[in-house]
């Protein structure tokens, strides 16, 4: 995936991750103004891609017996964990971005993964003979 691809998909998870936030009650992305929310949800959604990225193919490795004896649903609890570790490393470098626990971030991962899933489909991919 060249720079544009990645730009991309940077894009499509800060939307779906600001629609989260307006959706799900206890997930909250501040900002003083809208030009600071935006860059907010831009880093969040880096920090984000880079945690289920680095992450979560260790974790499906180490824990694929809790995956199939689960047939899968342990992913969901997974997501919910990762979604929370981005909160912790967002308050890292004083981001407004807070999930207020586990439950909000069970159901905003879900939806993050819903609304991500549709955008993805609806945006097309650049071509890998595209110049990025």
């Known amino acids: 995936m060249g720079a544009m691809g990645m730009l991309i998909r940077v894009v499509i998870n800060a939307i779906a991750l ?10 909250d992305v501040g900002g003083s103004n809208a030009g600071h929310t935006v860059l907010t949800v831009l880093v969040v959604a880096v920090i984000f891609g880079l945690v289920n990225a ?7 490795v180490v824990g694929c017996v809790f995956y199939i004896l689960t047939l899968g649903l342990i992913a969901l609890v997974v997501n919910a964990l990762l979604f929370l570790l981005t909160d912790w490393l967002g308050h890292q470098f004083d981001l407004p971005f807070t999930i207020d626990g586990f439950w ?29």
């Open 18 to 27: 600001w629609i989260t936030a307006l959706v799900v009650p206890g997930i």
């Open 54 to 60: 680095i992450l979560k193919p260790i974790i499906k």
């Open 104 to 132: 909000p971030a069970f159901w905003g991962a879900i939806v993050m993964a819903v609304v991500s899933w549709v955008l993805n489909f609806v945006v097309p991919e650049p071509r890998s003979g595209d110049r990025d």
